[in-house]
């Protein structure tokens, strides 16, 4: 499986000042403020605590999204997570509504690991540049993008990319 061509808004970055390098681009790194299930805050700081997080876009609609998250919930678990983190953002719930639907839909699949409520600033850093779901985002231990990939895949597919991107790390 390799990374698609799907990536963040940078959220009022500009590459103005510095032209990017000729062989790699200059990172992407995008700013959010969210809300967990729980209520509790959660903005790109997340991203420090771990050498690599996937995010993982979902809607409680989603087939695909729901039959990958048993999957995701088990990779969630299996790696130390000062490696790897797993966070979901449903995009078709906002703050503020009823979330019951989502909690029943993560507890019925096992997805055990942080999921997010679409708001404002996750909808322009990340979910502007969704076209479908699922779709997930890979990010460094910095907040630097590192690649996407558009639709569901199977445990093991994940967890080898998982693991080649952690390699890169």
Same mark, same amino acid.
């Given at each position: &499986?390799?990374? $698609?061509?799907?990536?963040? +808004?940078?959220?009022? $970055?500009?590459?103005?000042?510095?032209?990017? +390098?000729?062989?790699? $681009?200059?990172?992407?790194? !995008?700013? /959010?403020?969210?809300?967990?299930?729980?209520?509790?805050? %959660?903005?790109?700081? #997340?991203?420090?605590?771990?050498?690599?997080?996937?995010?993982?876009?979902?809607?409680?609609?989603?087939?695909?999204? *729901?039959?990958? &998250?048993?999957?995701?919930?088990?990779?969630?678990? @299996?790696?130390?997570?000062?490696? /790897?983190? *797993? !966070?979901? #953002?449903?995009?078709?719930?906002?703050?503020?509504?009823?979330?019951?639907?989502?909690?029943?839909?993560?507890?019925?699949?096992?997805? +055990?690991?942080?999921?997010?409520?679409?708001?404002?600033? !996750?909808?322009?850093? !990340?979910?502007?540049? %969704?076209?479908? %779901?699922?779709?997930? /985002?890979? /990010?460094?231990?910095?907040?630097?993008?590192?690649?996407?990939?558009?639709?569901?895949?199977?445990?093991? $597919?994940?967890?080898?990319? #998982?693991? @080649? *991107?952690? @390699?890169?790390?």
């Amino acid at each position: &499986m390799e990374t $698609a061509g799907v990536s963040p +808004d940078q959220d009022g $970055a500009s590459s103005e000042s510095e032209p990017p +390098d000729q062989e790699e $681009a200059a990172p992407i790194f !995008i700013t /959010f403020e969210g809300t967990d299930l729980d209520g509790n805050s %959660v903005s790109q700081e #997340i991203f420090t605590q771990s050498k690599l997080t996937m995010v993982n876009v979902w809607a409680t609609y989603c087939n695909p999204c *729901l039959s990958e &998250m048993p999957g995701l919930g088990e990779l969630a678990a @299996e790696y130390d997570p000062a490696e /790897f983190q *797993l !966070i979901g #953002i449903v995009s078709d719930v906002m703050e503020g509504e009823d979330q019951s639907l989502v909690e029943s839909l993560i507890q019925e699949t096992g997805a +055990d690991y942080l999921h997010l409520l679409a708001n404002d600033s !996750i909808g322009q850093a !990340i979910l502007s540049s %969704v076209s479908g %779901v699922p779709t997930t /985002f890979f /990010f460094d231990g910095e907040g630097a993008y590192l690649g996407g990939v558009v639709g569901s895949a199977e445990k093991s $597919a994940w967890e080898g990319l #998982i693991n @080649e *991107l952690l @390699e890169k790390q």
